[in-house]
């Protein structure tokens, strides 16, 4: 307490206003296969968590019949009972889809002040031409007219006189810049320039690709005789320039000149290419493997999957759209410049580094599919080389045959749409590896894979299932059902494999009795239903057959929203099924005493005459005759161990007394009371005094706290005695 040593008035603020907090009992764990989305225990993943239908399709795909176990489907049924639930994919050497989006060169000119016969020539050196006129007409890479007779005139002196392709006789660079700059449409054509050898102006399209091109007709105005005329000079493209102080070589001219009649010289993009004749590329890939990120069409002639549209932008800048399952999803500003669109920024060249929801993409060779460390290009008219491997080639213009161009300049990624192919969910039912990825694992960094990703104190997962498909794995099962009894968390819902025969067959299984499983299952953490139940699958449009653990699960999130965990998950009222069609297995009543007593757990799925299909049964798959032979008992007693311990870690090392014990029966009396009213318990009682906290467990700075409940039992069998009697009996006293 602080010590007070001058009069005032003082206020001293305590909370003593302690309460239990509440625990959502609907939260259920599935673990299982999908088509794509993120990998628990893999780069930092956790169980997902999925709060509806659309968000779980949207994550990790549809089911399918390709994809081994039912998860999915679990999953999907679940969410029509609750709100929360955590999925937790498991893969093993699976491929993530992929596309490689080639990186080519914009059609280029060249304007230059170079005096001879290979540039258009404009200066001092002859009066009698006081201006330029430049017409271009711009293609992008599908063919289409993006840019139609786009005139800009260039003033007389604009463009410096020289005889030397690399001298300072380029003063005047920055006014052409200016001039071309100014009367272009930067959207659909570019002007930029540079210094010393690239001291002079380029005029780009802005589309890049071999079939991306551009026309250029150039008119000079003859000052004597007061006309526009077709320029007599010839000019090159710019895939006749070469690298280096040389002037170009006759030979290297390419295109030709324009001179006489002609009207216009076209120039062509291309894509850029390494010494391996592999294409250099953004590599794109799906943000995890899987077959979920394929695109293609679907039966109902419908898109799936995901594809990456490259659109024209202006200057140096780029388009990528992400398309999922045909529609636009994210929009990325792109460029390989340096600063804030530099492409892998951009997109994300890791999962580390992910800002898509759906794809990374990284620089690299296209058929090796070989990525390399990229440089930024500090402008767009830097050499493509300078991107980051040394095999890079490029060149512009139709004849691709123009040698020693490494370095062609204007570097985009090629328009198009480009489809993610070729990923694979990494397992099938044969895998000898199933049993093994499903179980998981702890890794050296933290992470947890498979199952072992529900120990998690944080995830609040009370409910567990795997749903195995045709596939009986009884090691998946014994791991999830010791889980369940080492964290104390959940249940764990399992169930015999598909087409295991009669009752009998049934009864053996779950006894270890037969082939498919060789110990029993005796545990109050899991709970056992059987036979499998027909839906018809609105994904495959067919009739299938579920496991029956996951109507167990579905009916527990129904019981829960209806009533509280502690109300039986079964019978007419909260057991009752809409969705099946049918059961694998028709049960009488001798099945049902069968599966339900002599020692056997097993809880019956009845499709019953009127009532319809019914959970009939709420056994835990103890054999022992306690209260915790009981699901709702199992339940309820999850419920309470987490609320007490959710509202009682606060007071862990407060002083071991009566004040704090006295907080202790505070906390958790009226949260048993409040069970009880809602029909849980019938009576309880909380002890923390000086009879459970002997004077050695304070030595041991321990303090033990002792409650006592009575749970509700359910009436699973309704009798009513009928008794006949005479006309003269005393009805009253019977």
Excluded at 26 to 55: H, M
Excluded at 604 to 633: K, S, Y
Aim: aromatic share 6%; charged share 20%; proline share 4%.
């Amino acid at each position: 307490m602080p010590s007070y040593v001058s009069p005032g008035v003082y206020v001293v603020e305590k909370d003593i206003s302690d309460y239990p907090v509440s625990i959502n009992s609907s939260v259920i764990g599935i673990v299982g296969f999908a088509s794509k989305g993120p990998i628990a225990g893999i780069d930092g993943e956790r169980a997902t968590l999925v709060t509806s239908q659309n968000d779980l399709i949207r994550v990790f795909g549809e089911p399918s019949e390709d994809i081994t176990g039912q998860a999915l489907e679990g999953a999907l049924e679940v969410l029509e009972t609750t709100n929360s639930i955590r999925f937790i994919r498991c893969a093993s050497g699976a491929l993530q889809s992929s596309a490689a989006v080639p990186v080519g060169l914009c059609p280029a000119f060249h304007v230059s002040g170079r005096v001879d016969d290979r540039m258009i020539t404009l200066g001092t050196d002859d009066a009698a031409v006081s201006s330029v006129r430049l017409t271009a007409t711009v293609w992008d890479n599908t063919g289409t007219k993006i840019l139609t007779d786009k005139v800009v005139t260039i003033p007389s002196g604009t463009i410096g006189a020289s005889s030397s392709y690399n001298s300072s006789g380029h003063a005047n660079t920055a006014a052409l810049k200016k001039v071309l700059g100014g009367g272009l449409d930067s959207s659909k054509i570019i002007a930029t320039g540079g210094t010393g050898a690239d001291a002079s102006a380029f005029i780009v399209g802005a589309a890049a690709g071999s079939g991306a091109y551009m026309d250029l007709k150039v008119e000079i105005y003859n000052s004597d005789s007061a006309s526009w005329v077709t320029c007599s000079a010839a000019f090159t493209p710019l895939n006749a320039i070469g690298e280096g102080s040389a002037a170009p070589t006759a030979a290297s001219l390419g295109q030709g000149a324009l001179n006489g009649a002609a009207t216009a010289v076209r120039t062509h993009g291309t894509t850029a290419e390494s010494t391996q004749e592999d294409g250099v590329a953004l590599l794109v890939q799906g943000l995890y493997p899987g077959k979920g990120y394929d695109a293609g069409t679907k039966d109902d002639g419908t898109t799936s999957g995901h594809s990456v549209d490259v659109n024209v932008r202006g200057a140096a800048n780029f388009e990528v759209q992400v398309n999922d399952q045909g529609v636009a999803s994210e929009t990325f500003k792109c460029s390989f410049l340096s600063g804030e669109p530099f492409i892998e920024t951009q997109i994300g060249a890791t999962v580390a580094t992910k800002t898509s929801e759906w794809i990374v993409g990284r620089m690299g060779e296209n058929k090796s599919l070989t990525d390399f460390t990229t440089t930024k290009l500090s402008n767009f008219y830097d050499r493509l080389s300078t991107l980051g491997s040394s095999t890079i080639n490029g060149w512009h213009g139709a004849d691709n045959s123009v040698a020693d161009m490494a370095g062609g300049r204007f570097a985009k990624l090629v328009q198009g749409t480009y489809s993610l192919a070729d990923g694979t969910n990494g397992i099938e039912d044969t895998d000898p590896e199933l049993a093994t990825i499903l179980i998981g694992e702890e890794k050296s960094d933290g992470g947890k894979t498979g199952m072992q990703a529900l120990d998690d104190d944080l995830l609040n997962i009370s409910i567990a299932m795997c749903p195995h498909g045709t596939t009986p794995i009884d090691s998946v099962q014994n791991a999830l059902i010791t889980l369940a009894e080492g964290t104390q968390n959940f249940l764990a819902l399992v169930a015999p494999p598909y087409a295991v025969g009669r009752v009998g067959d049934a009864i053996e299984w779950h006894n270890g009795l037969d082939d498919n499983r060789s110990a029993a299952i005796n545990s109050s953490y899991a709970a056992c239903y059987w036979p499998w139940l027909k839906v018809f699958s609105v994904h495959d449009g067919a009739d299938r057959w579920y496991s029956p653990e996951i109507f167990a699960a579905r009916q527990m999130a129904f019981t829960d929203s209806v009533a509280d965990p502690w109300f039986a998950p079964a019978g007419y009222v909260r057991g009752r099924l809409t969705k099946p069609t049918d059961v694998e297995l028709a049960l009488n009543q001798g099945d049902r005493d069968s599966l339900y007593s002599g020692g056997n757990v097993i809880n019956p799925i009845v499709n019953f005459p009127q009532q319809g299909i019914t959970i009939f049964g709420q056994r835990t798959t103890q054999r022992d005759p306690t209260a915790l032979d009981r699901v709702n008992v199992r339940r309820m007693l999850i419920v309470i161990r987490k609320m007490i311990l959710a509202s009682t870690r606060r007071l862990v090392f407060e002083p071991n007394d009566q004040f704090t014990w006295s907080r202790v029966e505070d906390l958790i009396n009226p949260m048993l009371d409040d069970i009880k009213r809602r029909r849980g318990i019938t009576d309880f009682r909380v002890v923390c005094d000086s009879t459970t906290n002997t004077p050695v467990r304070i030595d041991r700075n321990e303090m033990w706290t002792k409650v006592i409940i009575k749970p509700t039992k359910t009436a699973e069998m309704v009798v009513f005695e009928i008794n006949i009697t005479n006309q003269t009996a005393q009805l009253g006293k019977i």
